[in-house]
């Protein structure tokens, strides 16, 4: 019976889980003023997937991001408030400190109030920049919804973004039109590696406040791809920060809404699908790379037996081979990884710096993994090597493993015989020839006795 209970137990915790690889704990921070009804759709969407949502406001006095120094949250989702802060529990610190411990954070923000110095001060620190004007939105003539936006034009219908990474098609990408009102400006810095564009405004995008006259062509700070919509950062810890330019592109209504381009054409947006891709990234349902096996060892044509795996010592000039293993989480379970046309995994055989950095090819496939191996022969030093796969991309978990061996000369009885070097054979021929030929005086000299004259006997 005992058994019974627990099966059931295990059955129940595993259908709640969440898809997320890294935890289902999620604070949403929002006003008490914000119609919290007027999301819906998307609390709903989130607790479909096993997230356990918990909803805050910035003034109160129980948040909490830590407990006893650890994270209360595995995720954060802030709305943008109206006052002009986020508390004393979330200042710019607190929301970094969150996100050193492995938080993931989504950041929305909103064209329709003031951004508050609070958030602007926060993504300086990971050098994104806002607008001057907090008051200004992004603006496009050519490509807004003629049905909510006849005058000032600042709901933008937008394609989905364009495949992020080579072959891969399962982040962002899709098929349909994205409608975003009253979208806050944003430019990205040249300073960070760590941030990525996800959604750019159109060639004819441009930034302005609408409370304002229309501003002569000097006073525009940014137009086109300069400005963002949708950022992404992620940090060396692989914890994400997602920066969304339309809080208002969440809501119910743009959710299923029918918006109608300057040509006429009517269509449905594609909103939900893409908030789905935008949280699931975020959250670390896509996009996170897991290391299997690691093996190294001589290379061999037959088996390799167990003793013989990841020795500690290799000579010089040895024979190697190497493999690991690379899986990809994809919404609920870890696939092979497919790697993109390109941009190859490397292997770095290396000292002080590389004396090989070879590509990886894949060789094999598992149920839930793909090997990916090479070969090669050890240099001719002696010393402290590893073996390192660095691999870092945008929108992909950060994957640095290393492994050290080392590497010795040549034993003495290792070294090759001198008649194997055929650049010797001179002078072993050379050397031969002296000991045969004075082999051949002493015996031409032994037996060359001289000859001796008979004297004639006289009386």
């Given amino acids: 019976m005992k058994w019974c209970l627990s099966l059931l137990l295990c059955c129940f915790l595993a259908a709640v889980n969440a898809l997320s690889s890294s935890g289902s704990r999620l604070l949403v ?70 996100l050193d411990k492995d938080g993931n954070i989504i950041l929305a923000l909103s064209g329709k109030s003031s951004t508050s110095s609070a958030i602007s001060s926060l993504l300086l620190e990971v050098d994104i920049h806002l607008s001057n004007d907090r008051s200004a939105v992004v603006v496009d003539h050519f490509n807004y919804d003629t049905v909510s936006a006849t005058e000032k034009h600042d709901v933008l219908l937008l394609n989905r973004p364009g495949p992020l990474r080579p072959d891969v098609k399962a982040l962002f990408d899709g098929e349909g039109v994205l409608a975003l009102p009253r979208v806050a400006p944003q430019t990205l810095g040249n300073t960070s590696p760590l941030i990525s564009p996800v959604l750019r405004a159109p060639e004819t995008a441009y930034a302005y406040n609408p409370k304002e006259e229309i501003p002569a062509a000097d006073d525009i700070e940014a137009t086109g791809s300069q400005l963002n919509i949708v950022s992404a950062l992620q940090s060396r810890n692989s914890a994400r920060l997602t920066i969304l330019g339309s809080v208002e592109a969440l809501e119910d209504k743009w959710f299923s809404a029918t918006v109608k381009t300057p040509g006429g054409k009517k269509t449905t947006t594609a909103n939900r699908e893409f908030a789905k891709q935008l949280t699931a990234w975020t959250f670390k349902e896509t996009g996170v790379l897991k290391v299997g096996k690691i093996e190294h060892h001589l290379a061999s044509n037959g088996e390799v037996s167990v003793d013989d795996l990841n020795p500690k010592i290799y000579r010089i000039k040895n024979e190697t081979f190497f493999s690991i293993e690379m899986s990809e989480y994809a919404y609920d379970k870890w696939v092979p990884f497919r790697g993109s046309t390109g941009d190859e995994l490397q292997l770095e055989f290396t000292m002080l710096s590389p004396f090989h950095r070879l590509a990886l090819q894949p060789t094999g496939k598992t149920e839930t993994s793909t090997v990916f191996s090479a070969q090669f022969v050890t240099p001719d030093q002696h010393g402290i090597f590893s073996f390192r796969v660095n691999y870092k991309r945008p929108f992909l978990t950060n994957i640095e493993e290393k492994h050290e061996v080392t590497v010795r000369h040549f034993a003495h009885d290792e070294y090759p015989r001198s008649w194997a070097i055929s650049g010797g054979w001179v002078w072993i021929a050379g050397l031969w020839s002296v000991i045969g030929g004075f082999l051949a005086f002493v015996v031409v000299w032994l037996y060359s006795a001289p000859v001796v004259d008979k004297l004639k006997k006289t009386q």
């Avoid at 802030?78 to 508390?87: E, R, V």
């Fill in 29 to 98: 921070v929002l006003d008490e003023s914000t119609e919290k009804s007027a999301y819906s759709t998307l609390w709903s969407d989130l607790e479909g997937r096993g997230y356990d949502l918990s909803f805050e406001s910035p003034k109160s006095d129980s948040l909490s991001l830590f407990e006893h120094g650890e994270r209360a949250y595995d995720h954060l989702l802030i709305l943008p408030p109206k006052s002009k802060g986020l508390g004393p529990n979330l200042t710019p610190k607190n929301v970094l400190d969150f």
